[in-house]
Every structure is written in C-alpha cells, then in structure tokens.
C-alpha cells in the first residue's frame, strides 16, 4: 500500500493505493476521513485516478458527513488537549509535569500530573490514565452492585466479585458459577444512567444466562427505561469512545441516510432492500428468530447498506444476528410490492424489495449475538409459527410455495 495524491479541481486529494486479487476498483473512507482505495492487479495508476476523479464529489461529501458524525468522538492519542470522556461528559486532556503521578478532575479538565521523566512518553501516559480509571471504576461499579445486589437479592444470593479489563465489543460480562461480572473499561466514560443498566443487565444474567424476555422482564424491573439507555449506549458512546475501533464507515453513513430520510418524511413509508435467510439444519426445519422490536417470530435477515451488495448483507446479517458464519447461499426468489409492507413499533414505514436467500452451508454455533433477538428455535415447513407479523407470514407462504413445488 502507498500514499498518492492526484490534483482534483485545483485542490489536492491524498489517498493510499493497494492493488489485490479483485475484479473491480474499491474506495473506502476511513473515519478520520482517509481515502484507501483497492484496485486490480493489472490496473494502471491513470485509470484508478480517472475513478477518484469520477466521484470527487461523493468523496468531499462523504468526508463532510463522517466528520459531522464523529465531530464529538474521543482522540485515541494522549497528549496536551486530547478530548476524553468521563462519565459521559467530554473533557480536555492537560498533561502537567509533576514529581509523582496524580489525576484530578475539574469542570473543563482532566489534570494529568506525570513525573517529568515521562512527560512525553504516550505509551506512559496511557498505561497511567488507564490504571486512574480503573481505580476509580472500581470504586463506583463496587457502589453500583451492592447497591442493586440488594434490590435483586432473590437473583443474586452474594455480591459477585468485580473485573474491569478491556473488551473490544462489550460493555460488561457475567459469569455466575465464579460469582463474578466483568466491566469494559472504557464503561466510565458513558453517563452514570448507563452504567446502571449495564449493571443490572449483567447481574440479570445470574437468573437467566440468555437474552430471552424473561430476562428483559427483570431488567426492566430495575431499569424500566432499559431500552434508552442500551440505544444510547450502543449507538453513540459505541462511537465516540472508539469501543469498536474499526467501525463500518458505510454503516455510519447509512445510519445518517436514514435519520436524515425520516427527518422529512417522518414515520412515511420509505423504500428500502433487504434480504431474507432461510436457514435450513440437518433436519431440514428453518431457523426463526424472535425479535426484540415486535416481540414475534421472524427470519434473520436485514437492510441493506449503502454500497453493499445483497449477498454481502446475507453474510453480514447471519452473522451479527445468530453467531453463524456463511459458507455458500442460493437465492430463490425476489419480493417486492405490497405484500413486504411493514410497520415499526416505533410508528416507521417502509415498502422493501427483498432477496431472499436459501442457506445450507454455514459453520459456527448459533448463539444470539445482538440485541435484535430474544430466541431461536428451528420449524419444519409444515409447522408455521403462529405469532407473525403479517409481512414475515407472507414471506413464509412464498418460501412454502417454493419447496412444495
């Protein structure tokens, strides 16, 4: 991979160059706004920057957004005004030369006292910041769990023992044979409402070990806004704190596409395209998946991203959703029109054009991976859920059709 850079328009534009084994030319935007473009093989230098001059346009654009949404996000490095979060409130980094180490935070900053010899040493400073939140989490999640383990005594007989680590796509664990939950570190930068849930989600999980709605029913108990604050944790502090660092750019961009969509049209019913996954086990029953949003039987599938193709939203959904890694998937039929009608719990409605794809060949475990699902269990065809949303029914008469056939 190397940098290039092409004059487009007078203006400049940077961008690393990586030729692969792929039929087509590729640009990814990163999201400190890098452009990274893959290319064939035999592909010339002129024809890949004849392509970024094709979509200058769309690269200044999609910058913009990217930078729009990630304005408020935290800086990875660590050094004089780096912006960090603390309990949900951004704050600037002052790094202060100092005979031994301490941290103190006031209303704007976080006072980092360094010993003078390590006063320019990043790797230093952040191990040091690390143990002060570690410290101080400690402290306040020991609070959090005593104070609930009392609420939640039927559920959890003894206070469990606390575990702060780092964990890349987490906020919190919980493991009851050791009487022990497991804290993200990064969990102290989110507002103290949000710590809360995340510890009554996983002290919850010392009664039910899954996400079922029994589970849900306690958390709720405790947490009656549950719903909220788990939206805004894993929507914007999944992102300014950089919990998963390498996010999809095209997801975030999709993200926005919709937010900005609804803003004017409202709760309309929008277009969109998705796929359906009939997943078939060695019985020959599909898998269904009871969804958290309608609380009713469903197949895994979703939305399509902007610039993903259907087949790589298949792989992408069977994934994220139940645990399970595509091998090799078919399409059998192609829906549009009234009969993929839906509405929301939310009030949001859409029309879709749907793929719909037959899948045997997979391999993992299947485990309930997201927050979309509550369960799964596996029918054969001649036995139809009974709780489906009338658009999932009208998919499952068209699937019925095809075999039988």
């Known amino acids: 991979m190397k940098e290039c850079c092409i004059t487009i328009n007078e203006n400049e534009l940077y961008y690393y160059l990586e030729k692969k084994k792929i039929k087509n030319i590729n640009i990814r935007i990163k999201t400190d706004g890098k452009i990274f473009l893959s290319c064939p093989l035999k592909i010339k230098i002129e024809q890949a920057e004849k392509f970024l001059i094709q979509k200058y346009s769309w690269i200044i654009k999609h910058q913009k957004m990217i930078k729009e949404y990630f304005k408020d996000s935290e800086d990875k490095d660590f050094k004089e005004g780096s912006k960090k979060y603390f309990l949900g409130k951004l704050y600037k980094l002052k790094i202060i030369p100092s005979k031994n180490n301490n941290i103190k935070i006031n209303d704007e900053n ?53 575990e702060i680590k780092k964990l890349k796509t987490r906020w919190g664990s919980c493991n009851p044979m050791m009487n022990k939950v497991t804290f993200n570190l990064s969990l102290i930068k989110t507002p103290i409402e949000l710590i809360e849930y995340v510890v009554v989600h996983e002290l919850a999980h010392f009664q039910y070990q899954d996400h079922s709605k029994k589970f849900y029913i306690l958390v709720e108990r405790y947490i009656p806004n549950w719903k909220i604050r788990r939206k805004l944790l894993n929507s914007k502090y999944n992102i300014v704190i950089w919990l998963n660092i390498n996010i999809n750019e095209r997801r975030v961009i999709y993200m926005n596409y919709c937010e900005n969509l609804r803003k004017y049209v409202g709760h309309n019913p929008i277009l969109t395209a998705g796929t359906i996954l009939v997943v078939f086990n060695e019985k020959n029953e599909i898998l269904m998946q009871l969804r958290s949003d309608y609380k009713q039987w469903g197949f895994p599938g979703g939305g399509l991203e902007l610039g993903e193709t259907l087949e790589n939203t298949a792989k992408r959904e069977l994934e994220e959703e139940t645990g399970l890694i595509l091998d090799s998937l078919k399409l059998i039929d192609l829906v549009s029109g009234e009969e993929t009608y839906r509405e929301y719990p939310n009030g949001d409605k859409l029309y879709d054009i749907t793929a719909i794809y037959e899948i045997t060949a997979y391999h993992g475990n299947l485990k309930i991976n997201d927050d979309e699902s509550l369960d799964f269990k596996w029918f054969s065809l001649d036995n139809e859920p009974t709780n489906m949303p009338d658009f999932m029914r009208n998919y499952w008469k068209r699937i019925e059709k095809y075999y039988k056939s």
């Open 110 to 162: 976080i006072n980092l006292y360094i010993k003078e010899k390590y006063i320019q040493n990043q790797n230093y400073v952040e191990k040091y910041y690390e143990k002060c939140l570690k410290e101080i989490s400690y402290k306040l999640y020991n609070k959090l769990v005593i104070k609930y383990q009392n609420q939640m005594i039927k559920y959890v007989k003894n206070i469990p023992q606390i």
